[in-house]
């Protein structure tokens, strides 16, 4: 399966900074998801985005899409220990049969207090 | 919001024995789930689709006869490890979405750590 790339792959931040966190994908898709993974844990959702839409928020996090590019970014504003985690883009594509997600390789953030 | 429940979260298993892993949606009924395998450090694969009431499709190098997937119901599917390997130490993830469209989240369950002895 096709699978995206991300980056950074790990990245460590103090307390009360931004982290930005880029996805690139390679096929059309219907939307751009982002969840998060606590350690040895299952995926969170964060937020969704679709293939017509640019830009989105939600609280603390920001998300683009840029379609011509094949890339999304997320942005986590004023970070918190609490938002140590792994980050993980995915997509869906359109109606080929596939119904899974696709996820990306994964950021790694650590946000130190 | 919806709840996918995955048991158990934890198994240790002698090589050469089978391991059943279940995935429930607790609260709406899911025609379609998804396995999903990941080591450490690394991103969610694929494994196969599971579709009540048919087979499951599996991903290509995932072997059907190892990995056995049953949808019996719209609110359970299980995944069967079997003759398990130290190899096939990993963390099982399934998802499934409330309503079969490509336009809304996934839920997952908390994830299932295999460890073969």
């Known amino acids: 399966s096709q699978q995206g790339e991300e980056d950074p792959q790990a990245l460590s931040i103090q307390e009360g900074e931004n982290a930005t966190m880029n996805c690139s994908y390679k096929?059309?898709?219907?939307?751009l998801q982002w969840y998060r993974q606590n350690s040895g844990r299952g995926l969170v959702h964060l937020i969704l985005i679709r293939s017509n839409e640019r830009e989105k928020h939600s609280g603390r996090l920001r998300v683009t899409l840029d379609t011509s590019k094949k890339s999304s970014s997320l942005l986590i504003t004023a970070s918190r220990a609490a938002d140590t985690a792994s980050y993980f883009c995915a997509t869906a594509q359109p109606d080929t049969g596939r119904r899974a997600l696709t996820f990306g390789s994964g950021t790694r953030l650590q946000v130190q207090p | 919001g919806a709840v996918v429940s995955q048991h158990p979260s934890r198994v240790i298993c002698k090589s050469g024995t089978s391991v059943k892993i279940e995935c429930r949606s607790l609260?709406?009924?899911?025609?379609?789930m998804f396995w999903y395998r990941q080591f450490p450090k690394q991103s969610l694969m694929l494994m196969a689709t599971s579709n009540e009431g048919s087979k499951a499709t599996y991903e290509q190098g995932v072997e059907k006869d190892k990995f056995l997937i049953n949808h019996a119901s719209l609110t359970l599917s299980t995944l069967t490890v079997t003759s398990a390997h130290p190899e096939d130490s990993s963390f099982y993830i399934c998802?499934?979405?409330?309503?079969?469209?490509?336009?809304?989240?996934?839920?997952f369950g908390q994830g299932t750590r295999l460890t073969v002895v």
């Open positions: 609260d709406f009924q899911a025609t379609t």
């Open positions: 096929t059309s898709i219907n939307n």
């Open positions: 998802s499934a979405r409330p309503r079969d469209s490509l336009n809304t989240e996934a839920f």
